[in-house]
């Protein structure tokens, strides 16, 4: 899985959008706005902050600006989405931050969620500052609720270094290798393995892997006669053996048995999904 900075567009001068989602199974991303969920039915899996979380009814998660994350729906699965300029944030909060991203109350999240979504859906006079404030008014109480923190800046700054290294990778993946991702980091070998499984969740070798794969599905659909030595060397790896072996390791298929229906869980969806939660289906 590789990990995509995404961007969220607004429609008008409101910060906020909300949305409810069915079966939500999305891969590594991050954005610079802020995301609420809260699972109506069933029950999801979400890696965030470095950890695993299984959330289940009634449960809610507050996923901060930046924050590399994936959740992948066990089962038939609602949730209750919203999606917020991390200037609201800011200014409710100041430099301070929640110190879990499990949140340890409901918080009268579904009534925020209706209110909001009729002020967007209405657009009656002043619906954006409307919205804002309702949006505001749940944070506060979010924030006046559970423990906060201030993100040490070390830390900070080892993320911002990560989401650069991870960038470049998806620009140069062919030539990576784990040595040239620590130099580029400039950490030791040690601490950039350390830290890039903590916030990861997985190794640095399993997400090039990953990338490149996923580059070697999109460069078959355009180029159908692609030879799998040519493309083998094209994705970096330096015998077709290898090639092959993590081709059907992460796909499930050999190059040449893949289907031409297969996508990868991270690819844009249809209409009626949402780039921030690719791989769901929009509902309401």
């Known amino acids: 899985m590789s990990a995509k900075h ?3 567009k607004y429609d008008g001068d409101e910060k906020v959008w909300v949305g409810k989602y069915r079966n939500s199974h999305n891969l590594l991303h991050w954005h610079s706005d802020c995301e609420l969920i809260y699972v109506e039915h069933g029950s999801i899996d979400v890696f965030c902050s470095g950890k695993n979380y299984l959330l289940t009814p009634g449960k809610a998660m507050f ?24 200037s609201l944030m800011k200014t409710a909060a100041g430099a301070q931050r929640l110190d879990s991203p499990l949140l340890s109350d409901v918080y009268s999240i579904p009534t925020a ?19 804002n404030n309702r949006m505001t008014k749940l944070l506060i109480d979010i924030l006046r609720g559970e423990p906060l923190t201030l993100m040490s800046a070390a830390t900070e700054t080892g993320l911002k270094t990560l989401k650069r290294l991870l960038d470049d990778v998806e620009d140069k993946y062919a030539d990576y290798t784990f040595e040239r991702a620590s130099e580029f980091a400039s950490f030791s070998e040690a601490y950039f393995s350390r830290l890039f499984h903590k916030q990861m969740g997985m190794t640095f070798s399993q997400y090039l892997n990953n990338v490149r794969i996923r580059h070697a599905v999109e460069i078959m659909r355009n180029e159908p006669k692609v030879s799998m030595t040519e493309l083998s060397i094209k994705t970096g790896y330096t015998t077709i053996r290898n090639f092959n072996r993590m081709f059907r390791t992460i796909t499930g298929y050999a190059p040449r048995e893949l289907p031409e ?24």
């Open 113 to 131: 969620y209706n209110e909001i979504k009729r002020e967007l859906s209405d657009k009656k006079p002043f619906y954006a500052q409307a919205a």
């Open 63 to 86: 996923i901060q600006s930046g924050e590399i994350h994936y959740m992948k729906a066990r089962e038939e699965t609602y949730l209750l989405v919203f999606i917020f300029d991390e």
């Open 6 to 8: 995404e961007l969220r």
């Open 261 to 284: 229906d297969f996508h990868f869980e991270d690819k844009y969806g249809s209409e009626d999904t949402d780039p921030t939660l690719e791989g769901c289906t929009l509902v309401e």
